[in-house]
């Protein structure tokens, strides 16, 4: 019996989402024009070169403008495969007559020169733009030319395991409207690479500054990022990082006066840091080391502390630091840890809310 080929797109019954998995030597392309009415589309280009797609970059756009206007997609994410710059530049550009709103670039390796710069910008009006474990030939000129083809009006910026995160500070264009950095899922960025990646006033809307697993060591050199950026965001996000206590002697951190909800969950904290801002509206402490309930004077003056998951509420409980995947975590903590699997942008917009 012979076996029924599948199409390597599939839409769902509503004709909302789509996905489409080219793996095939010989893959059928034209199958994505089962998309054509989805409003979520996600396409994987099985690790393939695109080249073959450069004979069209040159093509006027006003010759498929009314197609892509016609287009419900609303949110669109373009994964595995070899793009060359050029075509990234072409793609922008007729992205621009869509209606689209965000936009993911995944798994991606953007090789050859950047095409010259629009003389102004003819891409997509996105709010939201999410790159993940995306190299660029251009090194860190490439988020101002990606920048560049965007117009106005982004708010929401994810960046996870870059190669490279130093930005060419002085072409970069000001995120104007920006609310939201997440720069989670990059363990080498460290405070260092914090202060060359959030480049001086560029920023200045920005509200949440998020931090998940990005090798950061001390509160201290984030606040001193922080102040030579110009930045003063309401939410900062230091969890998923190895924490250690500032070293008697060493000057304390300086917090945004804007600050009002800090997250310290699953750091390896054996004691509540000191220095912590004053005041605060929310302090998330989950899943640490903390063997002692903090003492009120320990803490900021805080309307949500949040301890679940710490060894002194449950002296018994094993440790709770230990990888979530393992047997022998608390159920708090384990649930926890498999929330991380969700976009930290998502977790901020839910708990400070209002951004987009």
């Known amino acids: ?23 095939d030597p010989q893959p059928e392309w034209s199958s994505a024009f089962q998309c054509i009415s989805a409003v979520e589309v996600e396409i994987h280009g099985g690790g393939r070169s695109l080249e073959q797609f450069l004979k069209g970059a040159d093509t006027d ?25 050029v075509l990234v530049g072409a793609f922008l550009r007729a ?3 869509s209606r689209l709103k965000e936009l993911t670039l995944q798994d991606l390796e953007v090789t050859g020169a950047a095409p ?39 708010k929401v910026l994810h960046i996870a395991q870059a190669h490279p995160l130093a930005f060419a500070c002085a072409q970069l264009r000001t995120f104007h409207a920006l609310t939201t950095l997440d720069l989670s899922d990059n363990p080498r960025l460290g405070e260092h690479g914090l202060t060359a990646a959030l480049c001086p006033h560029k920023f200045p809307a920005l509200r949440a500054l998020v931090l998940r697993n990005a090798g ?41 006066s804007t600050l009002n909800s800090l997250n310290l969950s699953f750091a390896g904290l054996e004691q509540v840091p000191k220095g912590l801002p004053a005041r605060l509206s929310v302090l998330d402490l989950r899943c640490n080391r903390l063997n002692r309930e903090p003492r009120p004077e320990e803490l900021p003056k805080v309307s949500n ?27 708090a903590c384990a649930h926890s840890a498999l929330a991380v699997g969700m976009s ?3 977790a901020v917009l839910q708990r400070v809310g209002g951004f987009v």
């Open 95 to 97: 992205l621009g007559y």
């Open 61 to 85: 756009p006003k010759e498929y403008a009314d197609m892509v206007k016609a287009l419900r997609v609303r949110r669109l994410t373009v994964a595995s495969a070899q793009v060359p710059a």
């Open 216 to 256: 950061i060591e001390t509160p201290n050199g984030v606040c001193l990022a922080m102040a030579v950026a110009g930045v003063q965001p309401q939410h900062l996000d230091l969890s998923r990082n190895s924490l250690r206590v500032t070293a008697p002697g060493a000057p304390g951190c300086v917090w945004p």
């Open 116 to 154: 010259p710069p629009p003389l102004d910008a003819t891409g997509p009006a996105l709010s939201t733009l999410i790159l993940r474990n995306v190299s660029w030939a251009t090194g860190g000129a490439w988020l101002t030319e990606l920048h560049q083809w965007l117009k106005p009006g982004l």
């Open 305 to 331: 502390l949040t301890l679940d998951g710490n060894p002194f509420l449950d002296p018994e409980a094993p440790n709770y630091q230990e990888d979530p995947t393992k047997s022998g975590v608390v159920p």
């Open 344 to 346: 930290g942008t998502f």
């Open 1 to 23: 019996v012979s076996e029924i080929a599948l199409e390597p797109c599939e839409v769902d019954d509503d004709d909302f989402r789509c996905f489409c998995n080219f793996t």
